[in-house]
C-alpha cells in the first residue's frame, strides 16, 4: 500500500485524532503485509491507533475502522491497493469525523430500519467503478449500528465466489437482494434496497 501524495494532504487535512484501525491477522504472509503497512501509516499520522487481533474474521487479514461517533461494522477483507486506496483514505477521513456522511433524509431512513442487514460487497482493488460503490456502503454502513457490512477483495479471497457468485466486480448483496455494477449503486438507490431487505 503506497499513499500518494494526494492522499497523505487529505489525511493531514481530515484526521483530528481517535482513529482506531482494527486490524485482524493470521500467520501468513497477507497478513505480515498488512501489519507492516498499517504500522507505518499509524506512525506517520499520530491520529491513528492500531489494535491487532488474532483471527477474528472469516478471511484475513481483515480490517476495520472506528471513530469516536462512527460505528466499527464495517469490514473490509483484504490490504486497500490501487483504486481503494480513496476508499481507505475516505473511510479514514469519516471514522475522525470530517469525511462526507450520509445526507439527512438517508439519516433518517437507516434509523427506521427494523432488523440488522447484511451487506456484501465484493471488489478487486484493480477495478475503477468498485471504489465509488465501496464509498457509498461505507457511508451508509459507518452511519447505522444495523447494517452488517463486509468488503472483500475477490482478487486476493478468489474462495470467497463460493458463497458471493460474482462474475464481474463490483457486485454488491444485500440480504437476498443483488446488484451487479456501479450503475443503480448510488446512496439512494443502495438504501432502498436496504429498507426493502429489512
Not at 480490517?63 to 480513496?86: D, F, T
Not at 460503490?133 to 457490512?149: D, Q
Request: hydrophobic share 40%.
Amino acid at each position: 500500500m503506497q499513499l500518494g501524495d494526494r492522499d497523505r494532504d487529505a489525511l493531514r487535512a481530515c484526521l483530528k485524532g481517535g482513529v482506531r484501525i482494527h486490524l485482524y491477522l493470521d500467520g501468513s504472509e497477507n497478513s505480515r503485509q498488512a501489519e507492516e503497512l498499517f504500522s507505518h501509516l499509524c506512525e506517520e499520522f499520530e491520529a491513528l491507533h492500531l489494535v491487532k487481533h488474532e483471527g477474528g474474521q472469516e478471511f484475513l487479514p481483515a480490517l476495520s475502522i472506528e471513530g469516536e461517533k462512527h460505528h466499527s461494522n464495517v469490514v473490509y477483507h483484504g490490504i486497500p491497493a490501487e483504486h481503494e486506496l480513496s476508499t481507505l483514505v475516505e473511510w479514514l477521513c469519516i471514522a475522525s469525523g470530517s469525511g462526507q456522511a450520509p445526507g439527512e433524509a438517508a439519516i433518517r431512513a437507516l434509523e427506521e430500519l427494523d432488523s440488522e442487514v447484511e451487506v456484501v460487497l465484493v471488489l478487486t482493488p484493480f477495478c475503477p467503478t468498485c471504489t465509488g460503490v465501496a464509498k457509498n456502503i461505507i457511508r451508509l454502513g459507518m452511519a447505522c449500528e444495523k447494517l452488517r457490512v463486509s468488503i472483500i477483495d475477490v482478487a486476493m479471497f478468489p474462495e470467497a465466489r463460493e458463497r458471493y457468485p460474482s462474475l464481474s466486480v463490483p457486485k454488491l448483496f444485500i440480504g437476498s437482494r443483488t446488484l451487479t455494477g456501479a450503475r443503480g449503486a448510488d446512496e439512494a438507490s443502495v438504501l432502498e434496497l436496504i429498507k426493502e431487505v429489512s
